[in-house]
């Protein structure tokens, strides 16, 4: 039994001042305000930074020179992205695949199911986000009009059974023909169809989300935007119950924007996702993403012609930043990287703080994001003193 003390917990429903952690056999033990005793256990000083659950990102291509490049290589690039991940507090992620044909996709998405349950060290992975290739080519951002194509049923439904379960949410575009077929048939295999890359009205992504479409995919970046008399996709994924990702960077969405939406969805329905390509967490460079160089320069990610390729943010600093920018309390903000992906995904024991959850765990400097510790399962998947 391990026992971390001399902390803040952020549950995140509450804030535990001067508190201590219990972890045994994977989960958490129990939770104090007072110092839990720790006479014959394992003992851990915080030195008083916070605890916090693993951070979960729904959206991220790789990190520290880590992406996914070939089916054949799938294995070993997942597990680069999965320990890199690990350094910044992630303790679960959706992994997003390169786009190609049909076949190309097929191969990556076995390679994947083969991959992810042998999966070992650094965060876990928790399935599959499949961004593309539904997208509208008129909202595409970063990719490649090639790529891209109108849905399909009979090819998702290939997709689905190369997959073997581990999809777990699909982002495409509800104004595309068939776009809603596909969004029902994801639905009843109990895969998130998440509106996104979208240039339709307000009127048809409304519709959209009363009905089979139940996330949007970074809210307000690919997607027509508010104007006082056309709404647009955004207008309507800001008035909807549903919950919509945010990418916390400051580049892809304005500080003031951000808080603006906080006040308007509320807390419990956003998401904090990096959308991060290789870059993240490296210093400027060139980098490649659907076979095109993006080049990073001061924390934005682009292609040649400017347009924003994903992004170098990581998750422990997009928390900061979302505390930042919305002014709101540090617990509402570690909420929208734990608790709130945790529910879209039905992981009812992770993305909290509270006994019998799993210790998923990280300890971070609440200042500054720097991460001390993360813990998986109550491993240690990264610790800064390596």
Known sequence: MLTIFNATLYTPREKIPNGAIQIDAGKIRALSIDQLPITNLQSLDARGFAILPGLIDLHTYGCLGAQLTTPERAADDLAAIARSVARFGVTGFLISPP??????????????????????????????????????PEMRGAFPRAVLRAPNLAEMQRWLDSARGWIRIVTLAPNLPDARAVAARLRARGVVASLGHS??????????????????????????????????????AVESDVSAMLIGDGEHVHPAVVKMLARAKGIEK???????????????????????????????????????????????????????????????????????????????SRGELRAGADADIVVMNEETGEVMLTMVAGKVAYTNDE
């Open 199 to 236: 240039s339709g009205s307000y009127e048809v992504a409304r519709d959209a989300l009363q009905k089979d479409f139940s996330l949007v995919t970074h809210i307000f970046n690919a997607m027509t935007g508010i104007h006082h008399r056309a709404p647009g996709v955004a207008g309507a």
């Open 99 to 136: 786009m190609g044909d049909a076949d190309f996709i097929a191969r990556m998405l076995t390679a994947l199911a083969d991959a992810i349950p042998n999966l070992r060290g650094g965060a876990r992975c928790l399935g599959i986000h499949l961004e593309g290739p539904y997208l509208d």
């Open 270 to 348: 956003i998401i904090l996702v990096t959308d991060a390509i290789a870059g993240a967490g490296m210093k400027d460079g060139v980098f490649e993403l659907f076979g095109q160089k993006v080049l990073v320069r001061g924390g934005r990610a682009t292609i040649e012609n400017g347009t924003l390729a994903g992004s170098v943010l990581t998750l422990n600093h997009a928390v900061i930043n979302a505390a930042c920018f919305a002014g709101i309390d540090f617990s509402d903000a570690v909420r929208m990287a734990t608790l709130n992906p945790a529910r879209v995904l039905n992981l009812e």
